[in-house]
């Protein structure tokens, strides 16, 4: 089992940013990518970023040049830095963790006002 926590969700006016972080926990051995999706209301969960166990990323087009990817293997912590943020960001931040299966944060709600 692993368990995800996400955190700092906030709300925050167009052009500002915010950092995201997911802290795994369990049985971290077995984690290989790390992600985040994102979930707005009345949409379906959508990819935002991964990163592997190399540091290899990836990125939705919506965010490349303005979310960056990162994560710390010594603490099982993975991190999204998100710039440049706009209304169309709003969503619940999901972490996920490849594992045995895959594995999901609770969420973290981030909302850009216009």
């Known amino acids: 089992q692993v368990q995800l926590v996400e955190s700092g969700g906030g709300l925050v006016q167009a052009g500002g940013s915010l950092r995201l972080s997911c802290v795994a926990s369990?049985?971290?051995?077995?984690?290989?990518?790390m992600g985040w999706y994102r979930q707005a209301l009345g949409k379906e969960r959508e990819l935002v970023a991964t990163?592997?166990?190399?540091?290899?990323?990836d990125y939705a087009d919506s965010v490349k040049g303005r979310f960056t990817i990162s994560r710390d293997n010594a603490k099982n912590t993975v991190y999204l830095q998100m710039n440049s943020l706009k209304p169309e960001d709003t969503a619940v931040y999901y972490c996920?963790?490849?594992?045995?299966?895959?594995?999901w944060g609770q969420g973290t709600q981030v909302t850009v006002s216009s």
């Open positions: 996920k963790a490849a594992c045995w299966f895959d594995y």
């Open positions: 369990g049985d971290t051995i077995c984690i290989s990518a």
């Open positions: 990163i592997t166990t190399g540091r290899t990323t």
